[in-house]
């Protein structure tokens, strides 16, 4: 099955570290780029930046360009989301999505199924 | 950035009654190869958000033919031709002609 499965669910405090995944399988991982997209609580959606699993080629939204660290291990087919000093600010859903087409005409047409993160002391 | 800009903000809609969502970008979403880099997303609650349409008019895999999308350079609609109480959701349009991605502030249809 084609999927996109993201880690669970944190609970952090603010200053804490923190490193999301999403796995992905039933195609081939380093061939799509794949994309990270915030939901704060009942607001809309925020695409934050995309990396090439493949050599790890990585696209920042400035909104989040060096609030936060986009990787990949190819070898394992898991991309990441990362932060070195959580915000409550950060509270949020995170979503991965695979991406068809880029830097050419492409959709995001698989999700995850989302992380939730809370910071809060 | 490219700002989008969805109206309206909401919509209660009867079943089987149509229902159309605009789409507005500050500046146009045709690239030089030809293709308009527009896409229409649909949130179901508590779920992650699927692919409706890409490229302006492009019905994904699995989406009903009531879906259509229309439109050109910074004008766009999604339109359901009749709603069925699956559609509830949040839409949103999409931009990725240009770094940063930019998204519409969102579409909630809700049932009568």
């Known amino acids: 099955e084609v999927q996109l499965v993201q880690s669970g669910a944190e609970v952090k405090k603010p200053g804490e570290s923190l490193k999301i995944s999403c796995k992905g399988s039933?195609?081939?991982?380093?061939?799509?780029?794949i994309g990270w997209v915030r939901q704060m609580p009942g607001k809309g959606l925020e695409w934050m930046g995309i990396?090439?699993?493949?050599?790890?080629?990585?696209r920042y939204s400035p909104s989040f360009q060096g609030q936060v660290t986009i990787s990949a291990d190819k070898s394992i087919g898991t991309a990441y989301l990362q932060w070195n000093s959580l915000k409550a600010s950060d509270t949020a859903i995170f979503y991965c999505?695979?991406?068809?087409?880029?830097?050419?005409?492409?959709?995001?047409?698989?999700w995850g199924q989302g992380t939730k993160v809370t910071v809060s002391s | 950035d490219i700002v989008m800009t969805q109206t309206p903000v909401s919509l209660s809609v009867t079943p089987g009654q149509p229902a159309s969502i605009s789409c507005k970008s500050s500046e146009s979403l045709l690239d030089s190869d030809g293709k308009t880099y527009l896409y229409w997303y649909l949130q179901k609650p508590g779920q992650p958000p699927q692919l409706l349409i890409y490229e302006v008019s492009n019905r994904f895999s699995g989406v009903p033919d009531r879906f259509s999308g229309s439109g050109s350079g910074t004008d766009f609609t999604l339109k359901i031709n009749r709603v069925e109480a699956e559609d509830v959701g949040i839409y949103y349009c999409m931009q990725s002609l240009q770094l940063p991605w930019t998204l519409g502030q969102g579409t909630k249809v809700e049932i009568k």
């Open positions: 990396i090439y699993p493949g050599d790890s080629n990585i």
């Open positions: 039933g195609y081939s991982f380093t061939s799509y780029w």
């Open positions: 999505a695979r991406h068809t087409g880029y830097p050419s005409s492409g959709a995001f047409d698989l």
